[in-house]
């Protein structure tokens, strides 16, 4: 069973920046970022394999930015000009199958998540 655990949401006005962090108890083949906003589906954002390859959903593209410290066991999400619009629950997610060859997969392809952590960008 991997532990994950996040860090770093918060509140911030639109074109800020955050950085969340997410420590996880052992490597897996895959990790990646997912978001759910109220009353919406959990899409995946952001997805990064064990050779450090990344994929993005359109949505972030050029935004966001998914990195891995796996010295600190440790996986990160810089989020740069924030909009109102990436208000969202985030939450890390981690899988031993290796799915991160294309864009963010469902969350059916991530076997283990972390709680989550808010992130409120105002306008």
């Known amino acids: 069973q991997v532990q994950l655990v996040e860090s770093g949401g918060g509140w911030v006005q639109a074109g800020g920046s955050l950085r969340m962090s997410c420590t996880f108890s052992?490597?897996?083949?895959?990790m990646g970022w997912f978001r759910q906003a109220p009353g919406q589906e959990r899409e995946g954002i952001a997805a990064?394999?064990?050779?450090?390859?990344?994929s993005y959903a359109d949505s972030v593209k050029g935004r966001f930015t998914i990195s891995k410290d796996n010295a600190k066991n440790t996986l990160y999400l810089q989020m740069n000009n924030l909009k109102p619009e990436d208000t969202a629950r985030y939450y890390c997610?981690?899988?031993?199958?290796?799915?991160?060859?294309?864009?963010?997969?469902?969350?059916?392809?991530?076997?283990?998540w972390g709680q989550g952590t808010q992130v409120t960008v105002s306008s």
């Open positions: 997610a981690a899988t031993y199958r290796a799915v991160c060859l294309g864009p963010p997969g469902p969350p059916s392809d991530y076997d283990f």
């Open positions: 052992e490597r897996t083949a895959c």
């Open positions: 990064i394999d064990g050779d450090g390859s990344t």
